[in-house]
């Protein structure tokens, strides 16, 4: 059975990973996936990932997360905002800065998938793939 939201699987397994103080998630590959883990990544939410595949199975990335010196996780909370059953669409003068900048939404533009910061910068808007603090 196929499944139908990719990127809401993979935000819940990073949800999952965190509850359960896990050092590491590892989830299926795929491109926009590898994109919203290296924003996750240059924005501090993360330590590092990793694509890792055998010969036999399919590719998968390994994210290892980040936590703070009192064993809370940086991810507070991932949400996804937008749905295969609503999508959900920001205009790019509409970019405003998650928690007073304290988290960020990743958004899939025209020029690619990037940070809400980036989206400013750039002037460019998209589809909200998820919010993160």
Do not use: H
Request: glycine content about 6%.
């Amino acid at each position: 059975m196929s499944m139908t939201d990719p990127i809401a699987d993979m935000l819940t397994r990073i949800r999952n990973a965190n509850m359960r103080g896990s050092s590491e998630v590892v989830i299926p590959s795929s491109k926009i996936k590898k994109s919203i883990a290296e924003i996750l990544k240059d924005e501090g939410f993360i330590e590092d990932w990793e694509v890792s595949s055998d010969e036999d199975s399919f590719p998968e990335i390994k994210l290892q997360l980040k936590y703070l010196n009192d064993g809370q996780p940086v991810i507070r909370k991932i949400k996804r905002e937008s749905k295969p059953g609503l999508r959900v669409y920001l205009k790019s003068n509409d970019a405003k800065p998650v928690l007073s900048g304290q988290g960020i939404s990743i958004i899939t533009t025209s020029k690619g998938v990037m940070s809400d910061r980036k989206c400013r910068e750039e002037k460019v808007g998209g589809e909200i793939l998820c919010t993160v603090w």
